[in-house]
Every structure is written in C-alpha cells, then in structure tokens.
C-alpha cells in the first residue's frame, strides 16, 4: 500500500492564513472588475491606507482580548472619550493659531494625556474582570457606557474642534510618501506580534485562552494577566482614538460607532478563536484588508451604511457558522471553559 502524502500546496491552503489571503485577493479582485476607473486609481489606494488603521487598530484591540477568552466592547467609548480629553487639550492651550515648537509640544502633551486616559479605562475593565470577576462581555458592555456617558457629559453632546494644524499629521500626514496613520498600523501590529510570539507574556496570554484552570497549575498570574491584557486594549484604543480626531480634525462622543461590530468582525475573520487560546496578528492584518476592499467597493456602488451593516451581521455569523464545520473552520473548535474563582 501506498501512503498519501498530501502535496505542498493542499498544505499550504490547510493554513488560516493562505485562505485569508486568497480571501483578500478574490475581493479585491472582483471590486476592480465592478468598478475598475475608480476602485483601482491611485486616490482611492490612497484613501484606503488612510481609512482602514482607524478600525484596524481597535480590531488589534480586540484580538488580544478575545485571546483570553474575553472580549472588549467598551474599544469604541474609550477611543472617543481618549481622542476628547485629548481635543480639549488643544483647543484649550493651544488653539488653531498655534504653530512651530509650541504646537507640536502640546500635540505630544495631548497624546500622552489619551494614552493616560486608555490605560485608566483598561484598568477599570481589568479589575472588573480579573479582580471582581465579571463576565468580559458584561464588564466592558456596561464601561463603554460609562465612557461614552462621561464624554458627553464633557462636550454636551457637541463635536470638540479648533486644533493646530499640526494636529492634522497623525491622521493626514505622509512619511516617505506613506500615511501616518498606516505607519502607526504596521507597527503596532507588528510589535503585538513580536509580543504574542516571542514573548513569556505572549505565551502566558494564549495559554490561558486554551485552558484557564491549566493556566493556574502553572503558576500565571491570571489577575496580573488579565489586568495588563486590558491595560494595553486600552492603550490601543486610544491610540485609534488619535487617529480619527486627527483625520476628522475634531472629537466627538459618538464617533466610529460602526467599528466595534467591525472589529470583532475582524478579528473572527481574521483567525480568532473567540473561545480563547488561538489567533495569529498576521491572519488579522489580512482581515483588515479584505474588509477595507470589500468597503471601499460597496461605497463605490453606492451601497448604504445601513446595508453595509446588514452585511458586517450577516457575514459574522456566516463565519461562525463555518468555523463550526470540520474541515472548513479558520480556528480550532473549543468549548467555553468557566474560570475557577481563585
């Protein structure tokens, strides 16, 4: 008898990866043939390298906590109440008129004091979860309130606008020809990837979204663990936060309401168990990719946002759907395991 030895390329499409690319590739490939003058001119590649890291980073977000078998939906709140504490900041020392050193100084201040703001609102998420013990889904359902409720209580429900021009850059500007906001993309995913691949921390984080009762015998720190998880989740959506103020050159509380359902979307499709334990950033970056296509395809075809959203629901669970099907699933099928009270 003779052995069948599968060949390298049923190999490679064996990978979540190579299928996600193939994915990215069909959409792609198909919104150029519906729409070939404007999908493929260089404005609209353009426009898109500019768009898509505004949801992209909140689905990095995403991705680290759903690795733990949690999830965070207060991404969207945190980002916007970060991106108005930030706002207020210039507007109130700065000011349009501002320019030179004195700009770029309280542009730096206004970032640190976003990035303060997300590690504030990670922290309260981690010491909901990890320390009193509520449910991931519940803790940051009912944070993101609180953080959009305390943004509009800031504003009164009004845009924050009135910044100096160099506000603009971290949204609108170019490095070499490429988008600021793509940059900061590339990097953090790449430096999430660094730390969930080659780091103790990484490796802690994975373990206890496969098995959290195994991740104890071994000694992690699961309340240290879930803290700095929700820490940095936090810290990203600040950081996407920036990245609309600046591009919309304004902040407001009920900005980018559209990418919580993106990002969880994305981090699915990308690979993400959201049972925990499996989840590759390169699967998420491709993800990314498929959907900025996709999205800048359908608004070429004039498709409305309502329809767009209709279409993100649909294609969530139709991926679920499939990744519960043997053979066709991006991420290995595992069951929910309860977290024993330490």
């Given at each position: ?66 690795l733990t078998g949690g999830i965070d939906l207060s991404v969207v709140g945190i980002a916007n ?36 703001v997300g590690l504030a609102a990670g922290l309260f998420n981690g010491i909901a979860i990890a ?212």
């Open positions: 008898m003779t052995s069948h030895t599968p060949s390298r390329l049923t190999t490679l499409f064996a990978s979540t990866e190579a299928r996600l690319a193939v994915i990215a590739v069909v959409v792609f490939a198909v919104m150029s043939v519906l729409s070939p003058d404007r999908f493929l001119s260089a404005q609209n590649m353009t426009s898109m390298a500019f768009q898509f890291p505004e949801f992209a980073i909140l689905a990095l977000a995403m991705t680290l906590t759903m109440l970060s991106a108005i504490v930030a706002a207020t900041i210039l507007t109130q020392f700065a000011g349009p008129a501002a320019t030179g050193t004195d700009a770029v100084v309280w542009l730096v201040l206004s970032v640190g004091a976003a990035v303060m320390i009193f013990g509520l449910p991931p889904i519940l803790a940051t359902l009912g944070s993101g309130l609180i953080f959009t409720g305390i943004a509009v209580a800031l504003t009164g429900g009004s845009a924050v606008m009135g910044f100096p021009a160099a506000a603009a850059w971290l949204g609108n500007g170019l490095v070499l020809g490429i988008p600021v906001p793509l940059i900061l993309f590339a990097l953090l995913a790449a430096g999430l990837s660094f730390i969930l691949t080659r780091t103790g921390f990484g490796l802690k984080v994975q373990m206890f979204g496969a098995n959290p009762l195994a991740a104890r015998f071994a000694a992690v720190n699961v309340t240290s663990l879930l803290i700095k998880v929700y820490l940095m989740s936090g810290v990203f959506a600040a950081i996407a936060g920036m990245v609309v103020m600046s591009r919309a050159n304004s902040a407001k509380a009920d900005y980018g309401s559209s990418y919580l359902l993106l990002a969880v979307l994305i981090a699915v499709l990308g690979g993400v168990n959201p049972y925990g334990g499996y989840g590759r950033v390169i699967g998420v970056v491709l993800a990314v990719l498929s959907m900025q296509f996709l999205s800048s395809g359908l608004n070429m075809l004039q498709v409305s946002n309502f329809a767009r959203e209709l279409i993100w629901g649909s294609l969530l669970i139709f991926v679920m759907l499939v990744n519960t099907r043997p053979g066709l699933r991006l991420w290995p099928r595992q069951k929910a395991k309860p977290v024993p009270n330490s």
